[in-house]
């Protein structure tokens, strides 16, 4: 499998399959290196209790080397949920340099505007993106496990179905977040997940065996699992190796012990 992301020279995880492909279009993932505030690292997000100047600088930094400036960037107050928002050129701002401006309760957006750069953060949970050339129309999706079984990957398909997206021109990415060897979760998480299967194995559970009733849960291999059975061709759909827990690049909540900061994706065409 080829790994989506590469590591530039600028600190940043780009995913260069789509912007070489796509002129204008850039996409990626933060990593916590090279800023400043609380975390002594790039924390992106305002809602950490972090020095929000400190945040504001390390967010106008990144802009300069996205090549969008924060003016045009729009945030989210996610709430681990299933809601999606399409927005516009004219959304630019919002969530950008302050938490109350953000979009509330969401979790998923999309544009087919240019000039505007749909960003979410994290900390161990899945950064879905979405990319349809032929209409040029993008997303991204912030999915935890409650994201992630509420089905918000498939929900954003079927959003870009209806407004005239085929499912044979929608690519998906699935981003830098904690991996199946270092995500354990209970039974009652198994459960809900387990509505999206039918008659063929499991596979993104595997049963500890030192503790009853506890799983390792790969969100990674799950959420490939919905795009599949949302229609998405296989061969469209693009899983990182990059493990938030296991690598010293990224913030991860579960090993930090929940005090730590948030990574940040990012999708948007440049004007």
């Known amino acids: ?40 690292g790039l924390n992106m997000a305002f809602h950490v209790n972090d020095d929000p100047l400190a945040v504001q600088q390390n967010r106008m930094r990144m802009g300069d080397k996205m090549g969008i400036q924060v003016r045009q960037w729009v945030g989210c107050d996610q709430t681990h949920g299933t809601h999606i928002e399409q927005v516009s050129k004219e959304d630019g701002g919002r969530g950008a340099l302050d938490y109350d401006s953000a979009l509330t309760s969401t979790d998923g957006l999309y544009t087919n505007d240019q000039g505007i750069l749909l960003t979410l953060c994290y900390a161990d949970c899945v950064p879905l993106y979405f990319y349809d050339q032929s209409s040029k129309r993008i997303g991204s999706a912030h999915a935890g496990w409650k994201g992630s079984v509420g089905g918000i990957g498939s929900a954003m398909i079927e959003k870009w179905e209806k407004q ?108």
Not at 11 to 38: M, N, Q
Not at 167 to 184: F, H, M, N, Q, T
Not at 248 to 262: A, K, Q, V
């Open 1 to 40: 499998m080829v790994e989506p992301f590469k590591k530039s020279v600028d600190g940043l995880y780009r995913i260069e399959r789509w912007e070489k492909k796509s002129p204008g279009l850039t996409a990626g993932f933060t990593s916590k290196h090279g800023g400043s505030g609380s975390f002594n």
């Open 164 to 271: 005239g997206s085929r499912l044979e021109d929608i690519e998906v990415v699935i981003g830098p977040s904690i991996c199946g060897d270092c995500y354990k979760v209970g039974k009652m998480v198994v459960d809900k997940a387990e509505k999206w299967y039918s008659d063929y194995e499991i596979k993104s559970f595997l049963p500890d065996s030192d503790e009853p009733d506890t799983f390792y849960f790969s969100l990674q291999n799950f959420n490939k699992d919905i795009f599949l059975k949302a229609g998405v061709l296989e061969e469209n759909i693009y899983i990182t190796r990059l493990c938030t827990s296991c690598s010293p690049d990224f913030f991860s909540y579960r090993r930090d012990g929940g005090h730590t900061g948030r990574m940040m994706s990012y999708i948007g065409w440049k004007e």
